[in-house]
């Protein structure tokens, strides 16, 4: 099974979590060999990569995150799995923080991003979104 959107029983629960304080969303991207744009699309049918377009997602859409007040706090490139099955290996993992749970609603529903986010969904074979509570003080030892 993938997941390329939310379904909308985790929406419901992302929109019943506290909206008042900072999030963190982990993001782990598995891409597509060939990006699958719409007929239509200006981008249907180059041969563009399914890295190529989520690239193409991520610089048309920074200065909508950067206007809601969202910012990239962590960036790595996944090497190797392992504790997991390796079929799970991404392409991509990042973390994505913003003000609050209500910037992050406003950016998937800004009409812009909507549009733009067409490149998102071309380029992503699979993916995961996990929102965190920012832990600001974490203990010395794991999980503390």
């Known amino acids: 099974m993938t997941y390329i959107d939310p379904d909308r029983e985790a929406w419901e629960i992302f929109k019943g979590l506290p909206r008042d304080q900072p999030i963190q969303m982990l993001n782990l991207v598995r891409l597509k060999p060939e990006a699958t744009y719409p007929e239509g699309h200006p981008d249907h ?9 989520y690239r193409a997602y991520g610089r048309t859409t920074a200065h909508i995150l950067k206007r809601l007040g969202g910012r990239q706090v962590w960036a790595g490139r996944p090497q190797v799995m392992v504790t997991g099955p390796q079929a799970e290996a991404w392409d991509i993992a990042f973390i994505a923080e913003y003000p609050n749970a209500d910037a992050f609603i406003a950016m998937v529903r800004d009409p812009e991003y909507r549009d733009l986010v067409q490149h998102r969904t ?12 920012p832990v600001r003080e974490p203990g010395e030892g794991f999980g503390e």
């Open 45 to 53: 049918g180059k041969g563009l990569s399914g890295r190529d377009a």
């Open 122 to 133: 071309a380029g992503v074979a699979d993916s995961r979104l996990l929102r965190l509570e």
